[in-house]
Structures are given as structure tokens and as C-alpha cells.
């Protein structure tokens, strides 16, 4: 009798000790449908890239030509045969900087990042130029 007892409290133990793991899951995409991930993942700007605030960028703005010198927290800017200078500051992640002048106003206040080897001008609105311009090429990291 005893065998049997302690066989059925065996048994009682394992049946009920065995828990069913429970799968959450994944709702971070929820609403979302399979070309909306696909298009976002396309899109997105995303780089582990350390971004080096230091050297010389070239490129359009409008159609004239601008040359960009940054030197960590200073920048110059020639311009339209002008020159500006100023602080450069990093906002967020430090992938968006605004640049303030000393005495001239610049036609820009905010850059972006693209990689660590191009820069957007941005428009007054903070937005890209949708015509996929003003972009600023690194030609020396001195």
C-alpha cells in the first residue's frame, strides 16, 4: 500500500510540476505590414559609425558652392565668396548640429549626418531638400 501511495505521489508530482513555457508574442510590428518593415528597414539612416567633428566638407547649397571646416565645437563656413564663423553644436545623439555665426547670419542653422563622411544642410523647417540636394562631402578629415 505504501508503494502504491508513494507511486501515485510520483506520479501527482511530475504531471503537475511540468509547466508549459509561455511564448509572448513579438507585437512591435503590429499594424505594421510586411512592405511597411521592409520599406522602413530600406530607409532607415543608421550607423555605429563614431562621427568625427573634425574636417573639411564640400558640396552645393541651392546651386552655390559652400565649404564646411568643422573643429569639434567650431566651425567656418565660405559662402557665396563670404566667410562665417562660429560654435557648432550637437543636438540629440549628436547626429543633428546647429551651427551659430558670430556676426554674419548664415543661410543654414542645422546640419545632419548621413554617414560620417557626409553632411545634410537642412531647410528652415528642419526638414531634407526633396530634391535631394545640399549635401556636403567630406575631402579632409584635418
Request: proline share 1%; net charge negative; glycine share 8%.
Amino acid at each position: 500500500m505504501k508503494r502504491i501511495g508513494f507511486l501515485l505521489l510520483m506520479c501527482h508530482l511530475l504531471i503537475f510540476s511540468c509547466k508549459k513555457d509561455k511564448i509572448e508574442r513579438d507585437r512591435s510590428s503590429d499594424g505594421l505590414s510586411h512592405e511597411d518593415v521592409l520599406s522602413l528597414e530600406k530607409n532607415s539612416v543608421f550607423t555605429n559609425e563614431t562621427l568625427i567633428y573634425k574636417g573639411i566638407f564640400e558640396g552645393d547649397f541651392y546651386g552655390q558652392k559652400v565649404i564646411l571646416k568643422l573643429d569639434e565645437d567650431k566651425f567656418s563656413v565660405e559662402y557665396k565668396g563670404q566667410s562665417y564663423n562660429g560654435e557648432l553644436y550637437k543636438k540629440d545623439d549628436g547626429s543633428l548640429m546647429e551651427v551659430v555665426s558670430k556676426k554674419k547670419k548664415l543661410p543654414f542653422q542645422f546640419l545632419r549626418w548621413s554617414d560620417n563622411s557626409e553632411i545634410m544642410i537642412l531647410n528652415e523647417d528642419g526638414m531634407a531638400d526633396d530634391k535631394g540636394e545640399n549635401y556636403l562631402t567630406r575631402i579632409s578629415d584635418k
